[in-house]
Every structure is written in structure tokens, then in C-alpha cells.
């Protein structure tokens, strides 16, 4: 291919995408630059986190080609984004054809996908088995448990008791075995981002020094209680002592005397100390109370530090235990999960270093494009980092790297994402950083809405209000913009006010709430029945909530992402049958199956018949055992699909597919089946207009309106974890651990506070980042619910009710606190779809130039050409969660593969070939063979059939043709039968 010797490609650059910029757009425009400057396929590496979000960057990159192929004022533009010399409809054409033709060495896909191609060529460096492979859901059970059986059976007994009490802090106590699979992906996490560096980071110090025998730290506590008893308190105007001062005195007394440190520092006078203010119950703490709880703060310090520092040994013990076992457990049963590869390719000696890297995975990379980056942990950097570094240390003419991010969209802390990663590569690499701040998804209004929210943010209430928040709020501003929209498209904004119900309590499912939210959302479905309509929460058990009540209100409604079989009712059955299986005995199980019917199927109709049971379950475990899960359930489901719905048979044949699955490590348990359905997520099949899932589920996605009915969610939940990381500021490792511990304790000791902190501060950065995420999913439509006001504002809809100023005595008679934008926005966007149609009926109906319709009507024009057939341009956009349809495109509505002239002759002639027995009794006249044509190619002119009919008996004067066809030709083959082609 030529190239433009005057193009020179953009230097690597950071891309600081918002949302709805045309990120997708920018990454195609990268890879076709570089695909038209001569590059081969396989040296392009572009990785994004989903296999929808790497499908829609292909899909982009062959579309784009395609509509350049056909559309000179498409080559335009991808001249002027991609590369110049594309601006040539038949350089897209060729490159088109180049790409398709090498399709398979296009590295579109997720970091992991790549990471595992980088395994299975190192596997032998790595340590892996020869036949390594993923591990299913079922099979990280089996090993998670087998590890945590080893670990238990070599830990000591004493100390695991001592170790259990201290995970199960503030909760009742949970089997051991189940504490342990709770927390044992935590600590071996722990372990994993371990700074080498680090002297001792299982052993902190506390800043503690001073050691006294556990009795003399006793008699000094005592005897500081003693003297607490002694103080004189403030008094009142009357000169009495202050009540509040006496009770506190009197209790902080008994808390020390006891070495409860909690009781003594965690409310009254030492928790006011403790926190450096100079008062209590407005009086000022005399010197002597502050001298006295000093004291008390550092015998606290000395009788707490040695405690702790041995808990945190001890769970280094254990999570050593528990690394060991799970490694082994691994390596025997041969499977590993996508953060196990991560960590393993990333490790002492990063598989990304080797010299023969391009060698093993059979491709030279020297153009990177990372996609999402601002959700990529610090083992997944780790393991790339060293080829990243090659190629940003390359010159530009070599090497090309592309980061897009948006770290305000980053949500994955709780799966260890790093989004400070962005800056710090930009600033180690000089990266040059590029803004995208025009949004091609949502309209103005909405846009606007999105800035008031967040404008202002360090110094709102809800913000300030957390002890984190507003040093978050201020960083996580830095990378805030306000967008504007580049369409004029129509918008509203509407914020309802929730009903309030004494029954609903401060949970995640609060019922009344949560059914007048789906009716707000069944009223939008009725204005805008062919509008897609997102319904975001941000807890799964809100989502399956939510799902019930508006499938119970009439409501088609689906989920997007991932959801469990057990949302239907004949998966339920079928598995309380498998239940009844292993245990004969269960008569929740016999009467369920014998209500339904799957009873008479399996003939099992009287649900006192426990005789009746027995002899089933003895009939199925032998089924099972001979035939395997699949074969016998998808027996079960041909017989029970006739009394479901489409979308229950859709559920069933999953369940069969997990049966096949199954049978591949099938176990003796009929329950454990049971068990792995119930616990693994399947794709929804439904596509109805009305979606519901989870904010995280929904990143990458857009919907004509959004509606959010869980804005109570906290921004920062308390969750307190077995230990608390402290992290360098500069590479991310963890260089020491703490123990989780309560707050008042944190008080005590300040670098483990500080840890806390950093902790606490990216949970709350991630809340932040999901509430924009939810409001920058619409379109056109946004409708927030907001709780009424009871004072709490440390969730978002407080902070939305403080950033707009909103007050729930404002609201309308129809519970709206605020209303923007047009509420009939639906109808504009109907006349603006009405118009489009119009202009694409007019230009498809006239052809734009003379040589475009002489190449319609020639039969030697070349296959790829403008079509006349499809919608060309205005192919329908859709998400990677377009509903009825999937994400795939079919490029013959843009190449016009389905109306090529000679796929119309050909199937004329076929027609008419069909129509002769033998030479000998003729053919059809002309007017029978014109019906025929005009049946099977309308669009072909009389002429042009005429031309053809010709053409065809002419060909049949041929000789070789006749003597195929002849009677005579035949006749001489004695065992010749010759029967009519069946028609397909």
C-alpha cells in the first residue's frame, strides 16, 4: 500500500476520556491509522476489560472501513481521523479486503485474554502444568476448599481459635471453614502485593517502644482510675458538679480499671482528649483531666501494640498456610484463574522482559493501545509495564502507545484497580495528555444536571460531613469536567421524592420504596414503549428486587450482565428435584415437585408418597450416574417447555448447558449441582425495553433514560476488613499491614490510622465514581429518587439534595422536587427519527452521481459498492447490550454483498435451470422466464432480463451443456435413476 509520506502518526498520548466522548471512535481511528500506514494486523495490540467493550472496537474498525468503501463523504472523514490516504474510497475498499482476509491475527480483545496467550507461551517459566486451563466457578471452590482444609489441618490449634475470634470481629460467629473461604482471597492478595523492599511488613512497630509487665500495666491503670475518682469536675451556674461530667468520669474510671480502652476512649472525656479538642459538654477540660488521659493514651499504646503486632504474625502464619495449599491445590488440579496468570506473569522476573517474547506468542508487538486503563490493578501493570516500557522508550516512526482512561470512572477498587496508575504513567513517560470533552451520547440537559451535581463538591455537605471526604472530593475534582453535549439532542431531568415508610427501615431492600420506584418506572415505559430504559442499583439483591416487583406489575424487564437461573420458577422445580435425589426424606422438596408439573412428568403427584419418592430419587441417581446431567436434564426440559414461557424454556436450555458442563467434574451429589446453579451467573437472554442491573454492570452502556431508585446506597460503606494496608506513595506495594481494628484503637495509634485512611479514601473516590457513572448513562432521560430527608446526607441522593439546594416541602402534588428540560422530550426525538428516515429514503432513492448508477446496472462493476438495498449511512447504532439483536453488524447493509449484480443474474439463472428436466422437452418460453426473474430479482430491469434470457439459451446451445442435460446422454447407463431435486 502507498502511504502519505507527509502523515506522521499523533506521539504516544494519554486520552483522558469522559463519558460519551467517542473513546471507541478514538481507539478505531488509532488502529486504522496504523493499519493504513502499512502495519500488520499482528503488530496492533489494543485491550479494553470486556469481550463487548474489545467486539464494538473491531466492529468499529471494520464499519468504519466498510461505510469508507462506500461512501466517499465517510472516506472523507476518516481521512481526516484516521490517516489521509484513506480519503480514496478504494484504499478503504483494498485495506478492507487486506484486513478481512488476515483477520485473525487482530489482537482486539481484554488484558486478560492477552495475559493467558502470554501463559500458555511461557507456561513452562511460569511453573504451570502442560495442560493447564481456566478454572470454572465449580472448580475455584474445589480448590479454595481443598486449601483451606490443608490450612486448617496444619495450623495450630490454639492459635486459629484466637485468629477466628479476631476475623469475626463485630459479627457472630461463623463456621471455621466458611470464615476462612470469606477471607482467604484477601489475604493471599495481601501477600501477592508484598513489597519486596520492605524489612518487615508483617511486624509493625506502632511507634511503640516502652514495654511493662502486663501487672505493672495494670496497677498504673488502676491507680489512674483512682485518681480520675478524685478530680474535681466542672460545675454548673449553681455550683453543682455537672452531671455529664460525673457520669463520664465515673465510667472512663471503670474502663480503665479494666484496660477497656474502648470504653475509655470511644465516647466522654477521653474520646474528646484523644481527639485533641479542648472541651466537653461545653465546658473546658481542665489540664489535669488532659494530663491524666494522656497517660492513659500511652499505657493504652503499650498494652495494645504487642497484642496486635501477634495477631498480625499470626495471620501472616496463616495466610503463608493458605498460600502454600492453594498453590499446590492449583498445580495438582491443573487450573488457575485470570489473576493467578496476572500475578505470575508480572512476578521477580516479568515474562514481558524476555527477549523472545515476540518469538513465543508468534508476534512482533510494537503498537499498544489500552483501553479503560484507569481500571487496571497493579499486578496487571506489573505484568505489562516491562513491554509498555519497551515501546514508550521506542521512537515514534517504531512504537506507538495509546492510554485512554477517565479515572473518574474508576470503580473496581474493591477488585484492586490503581487509577492514580494513569497520571503516574503519563508523568514517568512524558506522555502528552489529550482531552475528550464532548459528549456524542447524552443531551445538554442532562449534561448540565451531571455539573450542578458535582460542581462545588469538596465544600458539600454530604462530602464534608466524612472524615475522607473532602481531600477525595478535591482529587477526585481534578480530573472532573463539565461536558458539553455535541448534538442538539432533546433532554429531561426529573427528581422524584420516595414515599416515606415506617416499615422500610435504613436496609439495601426497602420495599415500599423500592415498589413506588417501579411504578415510577412503569409509568416512563407506557410514555416511551420503544425506548430502551435503564434502571440502575448498586446491590445485586436491589436488582433482583427490582426485577420481581415490575414483572409483578406487568413489566417485561430483563437483566443486563450476568444473573442466576434461579430467577425462574421451572429451574427451581427441576432443581428441588435433584434435591429430592439426594435426600428421599425432603418434603419441602417432594411437595414442590409434586405441586408442579414436573411431577406428573417424572411421575411424582402425591406429596405424601414417600415411598414414591424414594423409588424416584433411586431411579434418577442411577440416570444420572449412566447418563450424565445433561442428556437427563434436557429430557426433563423437552417435556416441561410446553407449560413455560419463552423466557423460562430460554432459562431451562441454560440449565441444561450447565448440566454439559457439569458432567465434565461431575460428583456423586446431586445437591452439589444444585449448588453450582444456584451460585453461577448466566447471561440473561431476555432483550426487553426495560433493563435493570447493577451501575457496575452497566459501564460502557447507554439507555434512552435512566431511572436510579437506590440513591440511599452509602457513598462509603464501614466495611472493616481482617487488615489494613499501608501502601508506598510511589509504586503501590504494600510495605505493612495492620489489624483491622475499631476506630477508637486507630485514635491510638496514627500510622495505622493513616493506612485506614488511604483505605477508606479509595472506597469513597470509588463511590463518587459510581454515582457518575449512574448519571451519565442517559441519554436523553434521567429520573433520580431521592429518599425524604431524615438528616442522614452521607449517601447520594444527601448529595444531590444539598448540591441542588432541595428541600422535600417543594415538592408537587405528584412528588417532584425538581423538573428540567422538556418533559415530552419522546415526541421531539420521534419527528427528528421521522426526518432522518425522509432524507435516507430520498438519498437511497437517487443516486448521487452518474457512475454510482452505472455501477448498480453493470454486471462486471466490482462486488464492493454503495448499496442501494440497505440504510448505508444510517445503520442503526447500537451498544454492546443492544437488546434483540446482539453486537453484530452486517457490513452487507453498507457493501451492498446482498444486491451485487451477479448474485442477482446467479440466482436467476439457478431459477431457471431448475425449471428444465431434460433438453429434449425445451425449455420455458420468454414470458414464463421474465415471471421468473421478476420473483427472484425485482430490481432487474425488462432489459436487462431480456439481455439475460439471451445469454442463457444461448449458453444451453453449448454442447458440453446439452450433453449434460440430454436423455440420450444418459440413456448408454444402464443403472442410472434418476429422481427430481428435492427443494430446500
Not at 519486596?196 to 514495654?211: I, K, L, N, Q, Y
Not at 506473569?345 to 508487538?365: F, H, V
Amino acid at each position: 500500500m502507498s502511504t502519505s509520506p507527509s502523515f506522521q502518526p499523533p506521539p504516544h498520548e494519554l486520552v483522558l476520556a469522559s463519558a460519551g466522548s467517542g473513546k471507541t471512535y478514538r481507539l478505531s481511528s488509532r488502529i486504522l491509522g496504523l493499519l493504513a500506514m502499512g502495519v500488520p494486523p499482528g503488530q496492533v495490540l489494543a485491550t479494553t476489560f470486556t469481550r463487548k467493550a474489545a467486539g464494538e472496537i473491531l466492529e468499529r474498525v471494520l464499519l468504519r472501513l466498510a461505510e469508507g468503501a462506500s461512501d466517499p463523504a465517510k472516506a472523507q472523514e476518516l481521512g481526516k481521523d484516521a490517516h489521509p490516504i484513506l480519503t480514496r474510497p478504494e484504499e478503504c475498499r483494498g485495506l478492507l479486503s487486506r484486513l478481512l482476509a488476515n483477520l485473525h491475527q487482530m489482537n482486539v480483545g481484554t488484558l486478560d485474554a492477552f495475559f493467558v496467550q502470554m501463559a500458555r507461551s511461557f507456561f513452562l517459566e511460569l511453573g504451570l502444568p502442560p495442560r493447564w486451563t481456566i478454572a470454572d466457578k465449580p472448580t475455584r471452590d474445589r480448590i479454595r476448599t481443598e486449601a483451606v482444609l490443608v490450612a486448617l489441618a496444619e495450623a495450630d490449634r490454639a492459635q486459629l481459635v484466637e485468629l477466628l475470634r479476631m476475623l469475626n470481629r463485630d459479627a457472630a460467629y461463623r463456621q471455621v471453614h466458611a470464615t476462612l473461604l470469606d477471607k482467604m482471597d484477601s489475604l493471599l492478595a495481601i501477600r501477592r502485593q508484598l513489597d519486596p523492599r520492605a524489612a518487615d511488613p508483617w511486624s509493625p512497630e506502632f511507634g511503640v517502644t516502652e514495654e511493662l509487665s502486663p501487672d505493672t500495666l495494670r496497677e498504673k491503670a488502676c491507680a489512674l482510675a483512682t485518681y480520675l475518682l478524685e478530680l474535681e469536675v466542672p460545675s454548673t451556674q449553681r455550683g453543682d458538679p455537672d452531671r455529664d461530667w460525673v457520669t463520664a468520669r465515673c465510667t472512663a474510671s471503670e474502663a480503665m480499671s479494666r484496660l477497656d480502652w474502648d470504653g475509655v476512649f470511644g465516647r466522654g472525656i477521653g474520646a474528646k482528649v484523644l481527639a485533641g479538642e479542648d472541651s466537653y459538654s461545653r465546658k473546658t477540660i481542665p489540664p489535669e483531666f488532659v494530663e491524666l488521659f494522656r497517660e492513659a493514651i500511652r499505657l493504652a499504646r503499650i498494652d495494645l501494640a504487642p497484642k496486635l503486632r501477634r495477631e498480625v504474625r499470626a495471620l501472616d502464619r496463616l495466610a503463608e498456610l493458605l498460600e502454600a495449599a492453594f498453590n499446590s491445590a492449583q498445580r495438582r488440579v491443573g487450573a488457575y484463574r485470570f489473576d493467578d496468570l496476572t500475578y505470575l506473569l508480572g512476578g521477580s522476573d516479568p515474562t514481558g522482559n524476555r527477549d523472545d517474547l515476540g518469538y513465543r506468542l508468534d508476534q512482533r508487538i510494537r503498537h499498544l493501545l489500552l483501553d479503560e486503563f484507569q481500571d487496571t490493578s497493579l499486578e496487571q501493570w506489573q505484568a505489562l509495564q516491562p513491554l509498555a516500557g519497551e515501546l514508550l522508550s521506542g521512537h515514534l516512526d517504531e512504537h506507538t502507545v495509546v492510554i485512554v482512561a477517565d479515572p473518574k470512572q474508576s470503580i473496581y477498587g474493591w477488585r484492586d484497580a490503581r487509577p492514580e496508575l494513569v497520571h503516574k504513567v503519563a508523568e514517568a513517560y512524558g506522555l502528552t495528555e489529550t482531552l475528550m470533552d464532548t459528549s456524542w451520547r447524552s443531551s445538554q440537559v442532562i449534561l448540565d444536571f451531571v455539573g450542578k451535581v458535582f460542581r462545588g463538591l469538596p465544600t458539600n455537605p454530604a462530602i464534608s460531613g466524612i472524615d475522607v471526604g473532602p481531600g477525595v472530593a478535591s482529587a477526585w475534582t481534578k480530573d472532573f469536567r463539565e461536558l458539553a453535549a455535541a448534538r442538539d439532542l432533546p433532554g429531561h431531568v426529573c427528581v422524584h421524592l420516595g414515599p416515606t415508610a415506617s416499615d422500610d427501615g435504613r436496609g439495601a431492600i426497602r420495599p415500599s420504596f423500592l415498589r413506588w420506584a417501579a411504578q415510577v418506572v412503569k409509568r416512563l415505559h407506557q410514555q416511551i414503549p420503544g425506548q430502551s430504559i435503564g434502571v440502575l442499583a448498586s446491590q445485586n439483591k436491589v436488582v433482583g428486587y427490582l426485577m420481581d416487583e415490575l414483572r409483578a406489575i406487568g413489566v417485561e424487564a430483563s437483566g443486563e450482565g450476568k444473573s442466576y437461573l434461579t430467577d425462574t420458577a421451572p429451574a427451581n422445580v427441576i432443581l428441588s428435584l435433584l434435591r429430592l435425589a439426594d435426600h428421599p426424606s425432603d418434603s419441602w422438596a417432594l411437595y414442590h415437585v409434586a405441586q408442579t408439573p414436573l411431577g406428573e412428568i417424572v411421575g411424582l403427584q402425591d406429596r405424601k408418597d414417600a415411598g414414591a419418592a424414594r423409588a424416584l430419587a433411586s431411579r434418577i441417581r442411577i440416570q444420572l450416574l449412566a447418563e450424565g446431567y445433561g442428556p437427563t436434564l434436557s429430557r426433563w426440559v423437552h417435556d416441561l417447555a410446553p407449560s413455560c414461557d419463552a423466557r423460562q424454556v430460554q432459562r431451562l436450555l441454560q440449565l441444561v448447558e450447565l448440566g454439559h458442563r457439569w458432567d465434565e467434574h461431575a460428583t456423586l451429589r446431586p445437591t452439589d449441582f444444585a449448588q453450582y446453579v444456584a451460585s453461577e451467573s448466566v447471561e440473561d437472554p431476555s432483550s426487553a425495553p426495560v433493563q435493570v442491573m447493577t451501575i457496575h454492570q452497566s459501564k460502557g452502556l447507554e439507555f434512552d433514560a435512566v431511572v436510579l431508585p437506590e440513591l440511599y446506597a452509602p457513598l462509603l460503606y464501614n466495611r472493616r476488613e481482617p487488615l489494613i494496608r499501608k501502601r508506598d506513595a510511589d509504586t503501590g506495594r504494600v510495605v505493612q499491614v495492620y489489624p483491622g481494628m475499631s476506630q477508637t484503637k486507630l485514635a491510638l495509634f496514627p500510622d495505622a490510622a493513616d493506612a485506614d485512611q488511604e483505605e477508606r479514601s479509595a472506597a469513597l473516590r470509588d463511590g463518587l465514581s459510581v454515582l457518575y457513572v449512574a448519571l451519565t448513562r442517559a441519554k436523553y432521560a434521567l429520573h433520580l429518587i431521592l429518599p425524604p430527608d431524615r438528616g442522614t446526607k452521607k449517601h447520594g441522593a444527601g448529595l444531590i439534595r444539598e448540591a441542588l439546594s432541595l428541600e422535600d416541602v417543594e415538592a408537587t402534588e405528584t412528588n417532584v422536587l425538581m423538573e428540567c428540560g422538556d418533559p415530552l422530550w419522546f415526541g421531539r426525538l420521534a419527528e427528528s427519527v421521522e426526518r432522518t428516515v425522509e432524507e435516507t429514503l430520498e438519498r437511497t432513492a437517487k443516486p448521487t452521481d452518474d457512475k454510482r448508477s452505472r455501477t448498480e446496472e453493470d454486471p462486471r462493476a466490482p462486488l464492493l459498492g454503495p448499496s442501494s438495498s440497505g440504510p448505508g449511512r444510517n445503520l442503526a447504532r447500537r451498544s454492546p447490550a443492544s437488546l434483540g439483536g446482539g453486537n453484530h453488524v452486517d457490513l452487507s447493509l453498507t457493501l451492498r454483498l446482498d444486491a451485487a449484480p451477479g448474485l442477482r443474474r446467479g440466482e436467476v439463472v439457478h431459477a431457471w435451470c431448475e425449471g428444465i428436466e431434460w433438453i429434449e422437452d425445451g425449455i420455458d418460453d420468454d414470458d414464463v422466464l421474465r415471471a421468473i426473474a421478476r420473483e427472484k430479482a425485482p430490481g432487474m430491469s425488462r432489459d436487462q432480463v431480456g439481455r439475460l434470457i439471451g445469454e442463457f439459451r444461448g449458453w444451453l446451445q453449448a454442447e458440453p451443456i446439452r450433453k449434460v442435460l440430454s436423455r440420450e446422454a444418459h440413456s448408454s447407463e444402464p443403472d442410472t435413476v434418476v429422481r427430481v431435486e428435492n427443494e430446500l
